[in-house]
């Protein structure tokens, strides 16, 4: 099948390349004539476990071809799938302006029947928008399809490759035996393609988001339940994930969500029930507690040193929001280090691929914080380390070699990465999330 993706960021590149993957030629357009040269030099702008190398070879192969020139995307694909950013917008409501803007350009030069297939993340309704503009320019038929991605970023490949389910919202049988023949080779173990009205799909990207994230939210408040009764997160996360009721995944607290979903999608969502008035008060609290949450890391820290950080320098291990990706948006790092810098601190951190994302985001506190290019590096004569992500290369560091270059033997761990045991055996002041904190004993 021939297949258009209008945009190249995350969801289009990955898109793209899987269906390439698949058999399929594809046709990747995007307006940004660096971002296109970039990739036809077969350079990727994102970092993704994987897919370089996915890009490359099908590249190479002739399926995956990229341009600037939108009008022959549209005119040699039978689908073409908007992937194009829905940002938020001043009010937390999506901001469909690229959406609509592509469309339009569907509408104008299309030349002949066309499913059009909405990737991006959009709130209710958008497909019925989407048709509308397409028709403002053109008689010819065509049918709008809402087709929400379930990528997590770290593992978008598998996640594209081999789904939990397909989501797939439309009224048309034409549209939708064509996109169970698109995504037939990834669903050959019989996880389902679920077929419903395209609303309910609309609404199933947000509520699996907002779900999620409401899982978190509610960890993370027992979290600091566990804190304030002596009690350890870690044992009664186990406690409740065995319950098969429940189950183990998005249980483990930390110092809050970021990323380009869940923040974003969770307002979203709470904007839409607002405009159609219908209270989401639980979300509402999610998005609440998340806000929060990112502050725990940096109250610990002040409370330690007694109010009195001016001067003191940190250590800093991840800057992204997650490991297995660049991505700093909503990153849990940048309120850590606002907080903290503004009270006098400074950084010098280190994340194993967010360096070059991370001096972009952080770049009005560029005198605040330093980068190295190795965890240890961070560390000489540090007052503290702060771990803000679980990239495994932190899970087994040498303690013997963190402590001796640390100024001081104290390590605030948004992941719980450690047992405090063991940092007690080992001779650390260790803060972490839910559990009860190990202080040195200096006259041990």
């Not at 709130?123 to 503009?133: C, I, N, S």
């Amino acid at each position: 099948m021939n297949i258009a993706v209008i945009g190249t960021g995350y969801v289009g590149l990955v898109t793209g390349a899987c269906f390439a993957e698949s058999g399929h030629d594809v046709i990747c357009a995007d307006i940004s004539e660096p971002k296109i040269a970039q990739l036809n030099r077969g350079e990727v702008p994102i970092y993704e476990p994987g897919l370089e190398d996915l890009i490359q070879n099908n590249a190479a192969q002739g399926r995956l071809v990229f341009t600037t020139d939108t009008t022959y995307a549209i005119q040699n694909s039978e689908v073409i799938f908007i992937a194009v950013g829905t940002p938020e917008d001043m009010d937390g409501s999506a901001d469909l302006s690229q959406v609509l803007s592509v469309a339009a350009q569907i509408g104008k030069v299309m030349n002949g029947p066309k499913i059009v297939v909405n990737k991006s993340t959009v709130p209710v309704g958008t497909a019925d928008l989407v048709g509308l503009e397409i028709a403002k320019f053109t008689n010819i038929p065509c049918d709008v399809v809402s087709n929400p991605e379930f990528l997590k970023e770290g593992s978008a490949i598998e996640d594209f490759t081999k789904p939990d389910r397909i989501v797939i919202g439309t009224s048309s049988v034409e549209a939708a035996e064509a996109m169970r023949d698109l995504y037939a080779p990834f669903v050959r173990t019989d996880n389902p393609i679920l077929v419903m009205d395209v609303r309910s799909a609309e609404v199933t990207k947000y509520a699996a988001n907002a779900f999620l994230a409401t899982r978190i939210s509610f960890m993370n408040e027992v979290a600091n339940l566990c804190e304030a009764v002596g009690a350890d997160v870690n044992n009664v996360r186990r406690g409740i994930g065995t319950d098969q009721r429940i189950g183990p995944s998005f249980l483990f607290p930390g110092v809050g969500y970021g990323g380009s979903c869940f923040p974003k999608d969770v307002r979203a969502l709470l904007r839409t029930s607002e405009q159609y008035q219908s209270p989401l008060q639980i979300i509402a609290a999610v998005d609440r507690v998340n806000h929060h949450q990112k502050q725990r890391l940096s109250k610990k820290v002040v409370e330690h040193f007694n109010g009195d950080i001016k001067g003191k320098k940190f250590a800093l291990w991840g800057l992204a929001f997650k490991p297995k990706t660049d991505d700093m948006r909503e990153a849990p790092s940048l309120t850590v280090i606002k907080e903290l810098s503004e009270l006098g601190a400074t950084f010098v951190a280190y994340d194993p691929e967010a360096t070059k994302t991370a001096k972009v985001a952080l770049k009005s506190l560029a005198d605040k914080v330093t980068f190295v290019d190795n965890s240890y590096d961070a560390l000489n004569g540090a007052d503290a380390l702060l771990i803000v992500t679980e990239w495994g290369e932190f899970r087994r560091p040498n303690f013997g070699k963190v402590s001796s270059l640390l100024k001081q033997q104290v390590i605030f761990d948004g992941r719980n990465l450690f047992e405090p045991t063991t940092m007690k055996r080992l001779g650390f002041t260790y803060y972490s999330i839910g559990r009860q904190p190990v202080v040195k004993d200096n006259n041990a």
